[in-house]
């Protein structure tokens, strides 16, 4: 009768394996599930890692190298330069050129959120309504956003030249004016000029966001105000105005970061003149860093600004950003 072999217990299964060394009886350690999921993850972000580190922060790290440096052309080849304390700021804030495009920068910025709230709430307001070519209306005042800045510069410096510019001409042919007007030679229209023509190209991306919002107001609301006989004018200010706020909070948050940085606009329309009379914080500092002086540091540090303000920007738009989604999560509980 045959019996079933015994597995070895104790000391005889302890000879056994001394016995055959070749047996693997190393348990290796392997990844969990869990584990290679977030292996693989952190294998994906490395590119995206890597091209904000050389498209944004490397750029940002030696800009502020820059405006702690006393540079020249001679020394910017290298990486670094003798250390100039605060003086590129001091010169920053005591040169009549660069607090007039700072505070002209901050005018220009909140001239043109005006005008792009007050046209893009108007357009939005209109398009919520039902009328005949309301979608090509639609289509069509996106145009603007769809075109480079420096192209639309470049229109509207033909568009307002005083020698057969099309505003001459039509406010000449309409009897407005009798002469031609010198919209880009004179200081204070050219101001008028670029701040006219970003509110243009700016009114599509309020119209836009301020439109979705107001898709998101509830038709019992509107219907419930018009009952009780509220009129448009109250309906709008104390019903529609307080849902979506939080959606004009942030849109012109974001308005303010796309404008305060603006130039290209500046460049293709007149370029900083006349007479630096428009010269704003980005354009100014160009002039400074490439202009005949080279001076790199005192360029920097006017362009650091700018940095302040989007360091300022950034967490408000995050605490408004969240602010909004809790109000909505709780209008929706």
């Known amino acids: 009768m045959l019996r079933r072999p015994t597995q070895p217990t104790g000391k005889a299964q302890a000879e056994a394996v001394a016995a055959f060394p070749s047996v693997d009886t190393d348990v290796r350690p392997r990844l969990s599930g869990w584990?290679?999921?977030?292996l693989a993850g952190w294998l994906f972000l490395v590119p995206a890692i890597a091209y904000l580190l050389f498209t944004f922060a490397l750029p940002i790290v030696y800009n502020v190298m820059l405006g702690f440096e006393r540079t020249s052309p001679a020394t910017i080849g290298n990486f670094t330069a003798p250390f100039a304390g605060i003086d590129n700021y001091r010169f920053v804030f005591n040169?009549?050129?660069s607090r007039d495009a700072i505070v002209r920068t901050f005018e220009f910025t909140f001239g043109s959120l005006l005008g792009q709230f007050v046209i893009g709430f108007a357009?939005?307001?209109l398009f919520s309504l039902r009328f005949p070519g309301r979608t090509i209306a639609r289509s069509l005042v996106i145009v603007p956003w769809l075109l480079p800045?420096?192209?639309t510069g470049v229109i509207f410096k033909f568009m307002f030249q005083a020698e057969g510019g099309a505003v001459n001409q039509l406010l000449m042919n309409v009897g407005v004016v009798d002469h031609r007007i010198q919209w880009l030679n004179d200081p204070h229209l050219a101001f008028w000029t670029i701040l006219m023509a970003n509110i243009w190209l700016g009114i599509p991306f309020f119209t836009l966001l301020l439109y979705s919002a107001l898709q998101d107001v509830p038709v019992e609301v509107r219907e419930a105000a018009v009952i009780d006989g509220a009129g448009p004018w109250q309906r709008l200010r104390l019903i529609i105005v307080p849902i979506i706020l939080p959606v004009i909070?942030?849109?012109l948050l974001l308005g303010f970061v796309f404008t305060v940085k603006v130039f290209?606009?500046?460049v293709g329309l007149t370029g900083g003149g006349p007479a630096n009379s428009t010269q704003l914080i980005t354009t100014w500092s160009y002039n400074l860093s490439f202009g005949q002086n080279g001076t790199f540091g005192e360029g920097a540090a006017l362009n650091n600004v700018l940095l302040v303000l989007a360091l300022i920007c950034s967490p408000l738009y995050l605490l408004l950003s969240r602010g909004s989604l809790r109000r909505s999560r709780g209008a929706d509980g």
């Open 249 to 251: 909070e942030v849109t």
């Open 35 to 38: 584990r290679r999921q977030q």
């Open 264 to 266: 290209d606009l500046v």
């Open 149 to 151: 800045l420096i192209v």
């Open 123 to 125: 357009l939005a307001l």
């Open 95 to 97: 040169d009549p050129s």
